[in-house]
């Protein structure tokens, strides 16, 4: 499902961009500028599974019909800001089934949409418009528990009560005692399995009639026009059994492969290095959780200016899940629905948002951009923070939702989107920069990853070689200059800087000879002869 190789023609579009460019360096790619219409114009179609992909916590985006509550039509309507002015060529939708809560990660109805989202119909229109754009859809896929709520599990408790027999009792596990991690039904003497909360219920993976629903409801999504799945919670299908987790993991993603070959599947497993390496054998991607967040691997390393760490990190991490899975696509990302976006824990610093995001989003795989990260909104602490409505205008509050209930974070100083595309030197237009960068270098996703030895550590350099093609990329951690030996690092003689990205200041990085200067917090891509 993950296939290296690219389609013909896109390689040959990729290498007359790379053999094109003037041999006094490339042209900037800057948000509005006639380099940047040009590199999107003429990027090619990506055929394969790679993506960047977006996350949409769909009742915080985008309000299409005034009740306060943002829903499936708000994100069609919001697919040329998503795919054109960002440049994202996937999306994630979290729950959209059913759920008493707001969050909808306890579903009661897993074959029908939340009636505040919209209707089916809605659902297979974006589905159809996402496609015409060229654009996948993930789901996100919630099987480790039920809400209390669901008729299985009702089904089950009444039968239980009547000292009746039912199917819908093995769906779930249960006790007449107490057990660790169980949880009493009311006053009676029936305890279930319940690791998140009593109003989740977990599911007898086991089980083969849950196991026959899961593979009907998979088959389902993709009927509808799914391109795959987002799964949550992986490391507690079986919280004692790595090796039981592990296996219906790979059915699962077969289940998904069955009803669509080129369906993707990325778990979240939140757990460590070790761990989380184990989960490739399933055959699915999962999320790069050790490189994530404020206590991750790159901010960890970009507040250390270290970029030497960071790049032998990276080509450790790649080689690591290539060797439990040859397909593996690793899937970074810096901030989602659950931990608080870079604009927090960077306090708001603009050439470090920046920084931080080029640094992920150049990383080999399919990176996740958590919906408003990429205009500086920040959120921490509860839940609800984490999920506030996304600020598209101070002026027109047309689409604005209603914060999730508990939400309390104040977003009012982050500038809004329709500021932010105004001005090319905005964190929106840097996005968009580096995602239409990747565009036109597909190496840079798909590629073989080398960490290359820069003078100075504060320069994180590395190679990607594609299709018999290698682009060099060097990153200044650092805010003072510094001016490296590129064939010292390998980089063949007559290479040139076909592109950069700055994230500060004007001054550009420079090549003279074999020698490099990169200013402060600049990206420079420099292309073999």
């Not at 196991?211 to 009927?223: H, K, L, Q, S």
């Not at 450790?316 to 899937?331: E, V």
Request: proline residues 7%.
């Amino acid at each position: 499902m993950k296939a290296r190789a690219a389609v013909v023609v896109a390689a040959l579009l990729a290498a007359v961009a790379l053999t094109s460019c003037s041999s006094g360096g490339g042209r900037p790619v800057s948000s509005g500028s006639p380099a940047a219409t040009s590199a999107a114009s003429a990027a090619p179609a990506i055929s394969d599974a790679y993506r960047n992909y977006y996350e949409i916590f769909v009742g915080s985006f985008y309000d299409s019909n005034g009740d306060g509550v943002g829903d499936l039509n708000g994100v069609t309507d919001k697919l040329s800001y998503i795919h054109d002015d960002l440049g994202a060529d996937g999306i994630w939708l979290t729950p959209i089934n059913p759920s008493p809560s707001y969050h909808k990660y306890d579903i009661t109805d897993y074959e029908a949409i939340d009636p505040s989202f919209g209707t089916m119909a809605d659902f297979e229109k974006l589905t159809a418009a996402a496609h015409a754009k060229g654009m996948r859809v993930l789901l996100d896929l919630v099987v480790q528990h039920t809400s209390s709520q669901h008729p299985w599990f009702q089904k089950a408790v009444a039968a239980l009560q009547a000292g009746k027999p039912s199917p819908y009792i093995d769906y779930y596990h249960f006790s007449r005692t107490p057990k660790p991690g169980y949880v009493q039904y009311g006053s009676s003497n029936i305890y279930y399995s319940a690791v998140f909360s009593p109003d989740m219920p977990d599911l007898n993976l086991d089980d083969p009639a849950v196991r026959t629903e899961i593979a009907n409801i998979v088959t389902f999504w993709i009927g509808k026009g799914a391109d795959g799945f987002r799964l949550d919670a992986t490391t507690s299908y079986y919280p004692n059994d790595q090796a039981a987790s592990v296996s219906f993991i790979n059915w699962l993603t077969k289940k998904a492969q069955a009803a669509d070959p080129q369906a993707y599947v990325v778990g979240e497993a939140w757990t460590d290095t070790t761990t989380l390496t184990s989960y490739y054998a399933s055959g699915a991607d999962f999320f790069n959780y050790p490189f994530a967040t404020v206590d991750g691997t790159i901010n960890t390393d970009i507040q250390a200016k270290d970029g030497t760490a960071l790049a032998e990190a990276t080509q450790k991490w790649n080689a690591t899940i290539h060797a439990a899975n040859p397909d593996a696509m690793d899937a970074p990302f810096i901030s989602n629905h659950d931990n608080p976006r870079p604009a927090g824990y960077l306090l708001r610093k603009l050439p470090a948002e920046k920084l931080s995001a080029a640094t992920y989003l150049l990383m080999p795989g399919s990176p996740f951009i958590y919906y408003g990260e990429e205009i500086g909104m920040v959120g921490s602490g509860a839940d609800p923070n984490k999920r506030m409505p996304m600020v598209w205008s101070d002026t027109d509050k047309k689409g604005t939702t209603q914060p999730p209930p508990g939400g309390t974070y104040d977003e009012s100083s982050v500038v809004p989107v329709d500021k932010q595309l105004g001005n090319p030197k905005s964190l929106l237009s840097f996005y968009h920069d580096v995602l239409t960068l990747k565009a036109k270098y597909p190496g840079i996703a798909r590629g073989t990853y080398t960490a290359l030895q820069a003078s100075d550590e504060s320069v994180l350099a590395f190679s990607d070689a594609y299709q018999g093609a290698t682009v060099y990329v060097l990153e200044n951690l650092d805010t003072v200059a510094h001016t490296e030996d590129l064939a010292a690092m390998g980089v063949p003689s007559g290479a040139k800087v076909t592109d950069h990205l700055l994230t500060e200041g004007s001054k550009k990085p420079a090549l003279s000879g074999h020698r490099l200067t990169l200013p402060a917090g600049s990206i420079a891509i420099v292309s073999g002869p």
